[in-house]
């Protein structure tokens, strides 16, 4: 299918129940486009080449279908996108290091796919990325150091899949975020003590890992903190922890 409409803007299909391929050739004639939303049908297959056509194109989601196979090339490649979704699809396979060439990139949402592999350590590229959501997938290894010392996320989201190691965020960076869930994977060692440097944190999920030992003196200095998640991870100083936190 190619749209031949050369000044067509936005392309809302949003909440429908349309069953097919993705259409090939959105991009060849509308060229304008700045917003392409199919999410909540169900559509299925592999994304078709074809939207690196749609220079213009800022947000693109794609979220709520039965997709799968990889990203194409071509969308990492897109200069001006900003918004990207993809959530609760089956998309499999590692998560391509083109992603960090989207350095207009806001908002990344992954979440609920099948990816694999590590997270690829590119993000320092996306140098105005805020909201990175990659819950319930497959993705092992530690969060990228690119994550850990960016200076412009405010929500990181990597629950419920198997990323491994120590939880070693840089909160001298990470001054702007609000939001840490890293629930249910193989983290392990003690609850980091400078996440309280983190002045801006206000909902932490730690819980569902292998960490030791106790909860730092440190989380006294919490200012804004709202909630603390940290059940079935071996934290032994309940009592203590109630007086650290009151």
Request: proline content about 4%; glycine content about 4%.
């Given at each position: 299918m190619s749209i031949n409409l050369p000044f067509l803007?936005?392309?809302d299909i949003f909440d429908n129940s349309l069953e097919s391929s993705v259409p090939v050739g959105i991009c060849i004639n509308s060229t304008r486009i700045r917003i392409i939303d199919f999410a909540v049908n169900h559509f299925f297959g592999r994304i078709p080449y074809g939207f690196g056509n749609c220079s213009s194109l800022e947000h693109l989601w794609v979220g709520h279908n039965f997709l799968t196979g990889d990203i194409p090339d071509d969308i990492f490649w897109l200069p001006r996108l900003n918004q990207f979704g993809l959530r609760d699809n089956r998309f499999s396979g590692e998560l391509s290091s083109g992603i960090g060439n989207l350095s207009d990139l806001v908002v990344l949402d992954i979440s609920l796919n099948s990816f694999s592999g590590p997270i690829p350590d590119v993000f320092h590229r996306c140098?105005?990325?805020q909201e990175f959501y990659a819950e319930s997938n497959n993705f092992s290894g530690g969060i990228p150091n690119s994550?850990?010392?960016s200076r412009t996320i405010t929500s990181l989201v990597l629950r419920n899949n198997s990323l491994?190691?120590?939880i070693d965020?840089?909160?001298s960076e990470m001054a702007h975020l609000v939001l840490l869930s890293l629930a249910t994977?193989?983290?392990i060692g003690l609850v980091s003590d400078n996440?309280?440097?983190c002045s801006r944190l206000e909902i932490i999920g730690l819980s569902r890992n292998n960490f030791i030992g106790k909860i730092q003196e440190s989380f006294r200095n919490f200012h804004v903190l709202s909630l603390l998640s940290l059940s079935?991870?071996?934290v032994f100083n309940l009592s203590a922890s109630l007086d650290i936190l009151e």
């Open positions: 803007e936005i392309f140098a105005k990325l994550v850990v010392n491994n190691g120590v965020l840089n909160c994977n193989q983290f996440l309280p440097l079935n991870s071996t």
